[in-house]
Structures are given as structure tokens and as C-alpha cells.
């Protein structure tokens, strides 16, 4: 790709606008895995909208008529797959805002399409008419335990409920859950999942660090090469933490797809080195998400893993000859 024209240039100059969906329940970690694209190009090229603010029902109606905001009818998806045909087709929209702190609406707001488009929440393809508005598929899946533990920190600290009542409604929630979140899962183009750490519970609190696996469906190619380094020399110093990595063919949900797991910490080098290739197949840079990390865990390799993968399908559409708006 020519220097003097970047891949961020061909985005922005290109009609074409590439939508993203991220999938799993509240509190599950969502914004954490999509948030490098923005990092990467910036929020002049990227949008990310909570699928959340697509709830019918506020907190308090809700909790009279006995449901959750899980359930699909519960959630007004006409009205989102509406709201993603007129990004994608570069239009403006007016959107509902659902306040989580107060648990009610506050006013519409204008947004204007961007050349990436993000929709994290419960429910961003959650039917086959959604699904099939979408360039790219996540769902992020934490293990009960964590999910748990994360929630009642987030919930209890930021959005005003009581120990009690957060309990209560987590409860509820399990088989809403299974019924109407967890089927996406079947559909994604990669899967999330996250678990304490193999070096100790503790460590996810103490430093973020959990066992993260990154499953998707085996590829016959990518347009580059994409090298993970790590320096043996490194691995025998004293100051070197405990990591593993392995990489398993797995079935879920019916599908065979390649897992890659990673457990403990690595040195930062092993991610800036896949910054300065995604830099050099893009000549976007320079990328230096996790800047002054003494240590890199593997929900950062994942998260940076995920944006090589999502510029690789977007690189796609850009040698497509067929690169154009969606009507």
C-alpha cells in the first residue's frame, strides 16, 4: 500500500460504511474488545452506539410488568435495523437514549454515519434480517463466575442499584438470556470467551488478567501475514511473568472453529510488534494502544488480534471492484 496514501485515506474517501456488531450480556466486557478499532482510526472514522438505547420499556416499567430487557419484545429491533440501513447507506439518524444511571430516556439525539459503525448490546443481531446488516460479528462470553463479579462491581458502583435487587434481577435474567442473547453466538464470526486465570482468581482483580479464548471458523487465507514474537531470551529473566498460549480445534454450538488461548501476562514487545505490522500493511500509525504497559495480558493480545481481523475484512471490501454503498 502506498505511503503517501494510507488505508485511513481509502476509508474515508470510500462511500462504503462498515458495520460491526458485538453481542453478549450486560456487563460483559464488550466495549473492552471493541474499542481498539477506535483507537486505531480514531472517532472521526468510528461510531459505536449501545444497542441499549433500543430498550421499549424504562427501568421502572419494567420492573412492573415482571421482565427483563432481554427478551426481544422487550427491545424495539425494527427500529434498529432501520437505524443501521440508513448509516450504512451514509444518512443521519435520530436516536433514542436510554440513561443507565437513572434507568430512564432522556432526549433523542442526531447522529451523523461514520465510515465504522459499531453496535455493542444485548441484541445487534439477534435476528436474521439484523445479522445480515453487519460486516463483522462478536460475542463476547465471560464465564458465569466473572460475569458475575464484574456486574455486581460495574452495577453497585455506577448505575445506582442495591446489593439486593441486582441480585434478584441477575437471577431473572439467566434464562431470558439463553432463550434471546446467547443464540447469536451460533452466528458470530468470532467468539469471546473469558475465565479466571489458571494462575490464580486473585489476578483479575489485582491485575486484570484472565484466561481469554478467541474462537472463530478456520480461514483458508488472509491478505498478510501477522507474526506473534516473542523473545526466548526473555522468557528465562526474573522479571518475566507467567503466560501460555495454545491453539485448539473446538466445537461450539454445532460449529468447528480454531481457539486461540491465552493465560498470564506477556512483555509489551510482543504486542508492539503487531502494532508496527498492522502500521505497515495499513500505513496507519503509529499504533501504540497499550503505551506504557509494564505488561501485556491476554485481553490485550485478543483485542488487537480482533482489530487485524476486522481490517483484514475491510481491506477485503476495499480490492472488491464492487466497493460501493448499501443502498
Not at 440501513?85 to 451514509?90: E, I, N, S, W
Request: a negative charge.
Amino acid at each position: 500500500m502506498n505511503s503517501s496514501h494510507n488505508f485511513s485515506d481509502t476509508i474515508r474517501e470510500s462511500p462504503y460504511v462498515f458495520v460491526i456488531g458485538v453481542a453478549g450480556d450486560s456487563g460483559s466486557g464488550k466495549t473492552t474488545f471493541s474499542r481498539a478499532i477506535t483507537e486505531i482510526f480514531g472517532e472521526e472514522l468510528v461510531l459505536t452506539i449501545t444497542v441499549d438505547d433500543y430498550h421499549l420499556y424504562d427501568r421502572k416499567t419494567r420492573n412492573e410488568m415482571g421482565i427483563t430487557p432481554l427478551l426481544l419484545s422487550a427491545n424495539n429491533l425494527t427500529l434498529l435495523a432501520q437505524h443501521i440501513t440508513d448509516l450504512k447507506a451514509g444518512k443521519s439518524i435520530i436516536k433514542p437514549v436510554y440513561d443507565h444511571a437513572t434507568g430512564t430516556f432522556s432526549d433523542p439525539e442526531t447522529i451523523k454515519s461514520k465510515k465504522f459503525v459499531i453496535f455493542e448490546g444485548l441484541h445487534p443481531y439477534a435476528t436474521e434480517d439484523l445479522r445480515n446488516l453487519y460486516d463483522y460479528t462478536i460475542f463476547v462470553d465471560p464465564d458465569y463466575e466473572v460475569k458475575y463479579d464484574w456486574k455486581i462491581r460495574r452495577d453497585i458502583g455506577n448505575r445506582n442499584y442495591n446489593h439486593e435487587a441486582l441480585l434478584a434481577e441477575m437471577e431473572m435474567r439467566k434464562s431470558d438470556y439463553n432463550l434471546y442473547v446467547k443464540p447469536q453466538r451460533k452466528t458470530a464470526d468470532a467468539l469471546i470467551e473469558i475465565f479466571y486465570s489458571s494462575y490464580g482468581k486473585q489476578e483479575g482483580t489485582l491485575r486484570n488478567m484472565y484466561q481469554v479464548i478467541l474462537s472463530m471458523p478456520a480461514q483458508e487465507y488472509c491478505f498478510e501475514d501477522i507474526e506473534l514474537n516473542i523473545d526466548l531470551c526473555d522468557l528465562f529473566k526474573k522479571s518475566t511473568h507467567n503466560f501460555s498460549l495454545s491453539c485448539i480445534s473446538h466445537k461450539i454450538d454445532e460449529r468447528v472453529v480454531r481457539g486461540l488461548i491465552v493465560d498470564g501476562e506477556l512483555i509489551p514487545d510482543t504486542i508492539h510488534k503487531i502494532e508496527k505490522q498492522i502500521e505497515y500493511q495499513t500505513q496507519v500509525g503509529p499504533i501504540n494502544i497499550f503505551n506504557n504497559q509494564s505488561h501485556i495480558t491476554g485481553t490485550d493480545l485478543i483485542r488487537l488480534i480482533l482489530s487485524w481481523q476486522i481490517i483484514n475484512r475491510r481491506i477485503s471490501i476495499s480490492r472488491n471492484p464492487a466497493d460501493k454503498p448499501h443502498a
